[in-house]
């Protein structure tokens, strides 16, 4: 073999597993801990993100979807569902779905396409280093809890104190409250924990709310609470309470304020990770993203409805403005 024919052969060996990966079907599965009627758009973020990086459902792509419709209880056994498809990647969201699907494998890459908390309860090492089959995006950043506070503040400022309205069991629960707590000492706010079970308990919340003394509203980034949002929002009007939401989304539907990390673009950027791990990347190796960009939701119905005007510094700062 002259050196010519010996160049052919090594590029053709070294282009056959690329070919090869070219022409196969990737299996992806997906869990989402939500009902579809109110998040399929992350499902459809997600779906565009993969079509830019050129998976196509069809044809390179085979998509198995399954949601829980807010019934946490059923994420063990969905999620075997899909292990038994046997999916190159499983993506979970929020991180209560990708726990579940961690606790059935550690060799299948998983790929958090929002929420937060992976860190708290251990499945990965640390945000830079995984470490595991568990990496992906996250929706919480360091000050986005301090910054809430701050806007409940600036849209309320004749408030003395807030009420932190959660479940107590999301997996940030514990470092949400510290911020929030650290954040209302800072302005001078009393704090108050507002916890429910059920959406039932929200009733019974005026008259303790009201003995201790919260006239606005922190709703937790918890997604027990995210599945009751309707009753919230109700609620938080008819008790005339300023309330800021952990997504900017809420707003959109009915609260007054929404600001955090957009689901959506979480979803989207999901795509990416899943893409570097079908050509070869380890889950581990990959760091897991803090949002870098938040966004600000304003809805101007909600506030009429309770009597208060959004100051003019906050709707310069918004991405949108509900009219």
């Known amino acids: 073999m002259n050196r010519r024919d010996a160049v052919v052969a090594m590029l053709a060996l070294a282009i056959m597993p690329l070919a090869a990966w070219a022409e196969r079907v990737f299996r992806i599965g997906v869990l989402i801990d939500a009902p579809e009627s109110t998040q399929h758009t992350r499902l459809e973020a997600f779906r565009a993100g993969l ?22 209880e059923r994420l063990p056994d969905l999620a075997d569902e899909l292990l038994r498809e046997k999916p190159d990647v499983l993506v979970a969201a929020p991180v209560f779905a990708a726990a579940a699907a961690y606790k059935r494998t550690r060799t299948v890459p998983i790929v958090m396409a929002n929420g937060a908390g992976a860190l708290q309860i251990g499945i990965v090492q640390s945000l830079a280093h995984p470490g595991g ?27 003395s104190g807030i009420a932190f309205l959660t479940t107590g069991k999301s997996f940030i629960y514990e470092d949400q409250k510290r911020l929030a707590m650290q954040a209302a000492e800072v302005l001078k706010l009393r704090f108050f924990e507002a916890r429910v079970e059920t959406p039932a308990d929200l009733e019974g919340l005026g008259s303790t709310c009201g003995k201790g003394g919260c006239q606005a509203l922190l709703v937790a980034a918890d997604p027990i609470i995210a599945n009751w949002r309707a009753q919230v929002y109700e609620w938080a009007e008819r008790l005339r309470l300023p309330a800021v939401y952990a997504f900017p989304g809420f707003a959109k ?58 100051p003019q510094s906050v709707l310069l700062r918004a991405d949108e403005v509900i009219e």
């Open 51 to 72: 079509q830019e990086l050129g998976y196509i459902e069809g044809k390179n792509l085979s998509l198995s979807v399954r949601w829980n419709e807010g019934s946490s």
């Open 133 to 159: 089959n568990v990496t992906g995006v996250t929706n919480q950043g360091e000050d986005l809890t301090q910054k809430q506070v701050e806007l409940l503040k600036t849209i309320a400022p004749g408030i």
């Open 253 to 310: 539907e009915g609260g007054l304020i929404g600001y955090g990390a957009n689901p959506e673009a979480l979803f989207r950027r999901a795509a990416t990770y899943v893409d570097k791990i079908l050509k070869g990347a380890k889950p581990g190796d990959l760091p897991s993203e803090q949002p870098t960009k938040c966004e600000l939701v304003v809805n101007l119905k909600a506030a009429k409805a309770i009597g208060i005007t959004i």
